[in-house]
T-cell receptor
Framework: ETGVTQTPRHLVMGMTNKKSLKCEQH?????MYWYKQSAKKPLELMFV???????ENNSVPSRFSPECPNSSHLFLHLHTLQPEDSALYLC?????????????FGPGTRLTVL | QKEVEQNSGPLSVPEGAIASLNCTYS??????FFWYRQYSGKSPELIMF????GDKEDGRFTAQLNKASQYVSLLIRDSQPSDSATYLC????????????FGKGMKLTVNP
């Protein structure tokens, strides 16, 4: 247990569905991240929130919409996804500026788009 | 584009051997370097971080950093089958966009 939880752990959705991924961290960190991990590709940073403000949007398609209501919670809203969006979506948190910039990852959501 | 490169692998070593994993990075201004281990179907977990040139040892793991050569490595001594996983090198970049950039990862198999 890293102190970062994600729900659901597995999600299967059709291309016309709307769903949301949730991430919660109990570490007192002020930065949260969404990553996408596809087979045989490096971890791809999608979004960064620092003190609830989005500081990075790594050219992610608009069918992915992040929301960060507070420093402990992060959502990724999904709509009209494509089969190539099937991947492991990882949430992480950190405390930037506090020395090591270490990121702690949640267990991930395995997403399958049919 | 700030990049982190790892050997393509996979790497296979016998139990008890030393496994050597290597990583190079393009951003000369990078300050923090991390090694994550990821078991199949699991999320990455941090095993080592290093900031200063030289070696850092933690149990069977040693991280080595050479900033002049922009090179960071991870040595695993007395490799165990439980060390079989994908190892991800990550570099914290600053200047404009502060973020952790990951390599593709190297799959290590330790054979009993």
């Amino acid at each position: 247990e890293t102190g970062v939880t994600q729900t659901p752990r597995h999600l299967v959705m059709g291309m016309t569905n709307k769903k949301s991924l949730k991430c919660e961290q109990h570490l007192g960190h002020n930065a949260m991240y969404w990553y996408k991990q596809s087979a045989k590709k490096p971890l791809e940073l999608m979004f960064v929130y620092n003190f609830k403000e989005q500081t990075e949007n790594n050219s992610v398609p608009s069918r992915f919409s992040p929301e960060c209501p507070n420093s402990s919670h992060l959502f990724l809203h999904l709509h009209t996804l494509q089969p190539e969006d099937s991947a492991l979506y990882l949430c992480a948190s950190s405390h930037p500026g506090q020395g090591d910039n270490e990121q702690f990852f949640g267990p991930g959501t395995r997403l399958t788009v049919l | 584009q700030k990049e982190v490169e790892q050997n393509s692998g996979p790497l296979s070593v016998p139990e008890g051997a030393i496994a050597s994993l290597n990583c190079t990075y393009s951003d000369r201004g990078s300050q923090s370097f991390f090694w994550y281990r990821q078991y199949s179907g699991k999320s990455p977990e941090l095993i080592m971080f290093i900031y200063s040139n030289g070696d850092k040892e933690d149990g069977r793991f040693t991280a080595q950093l050479n900033k002049a050569s922009q090179y960071v490595s991870l040595l695993i001594r007395d490799s165990q089958p439980s060390d079989s996983a994908t190892y991800l090198c990550a570099v914290y970049t600053q200047g404009g966009s502060e973020k952790l950039v990951f390599g593709k990862g190297m799959k290590l198999t330790v054979n009993p």
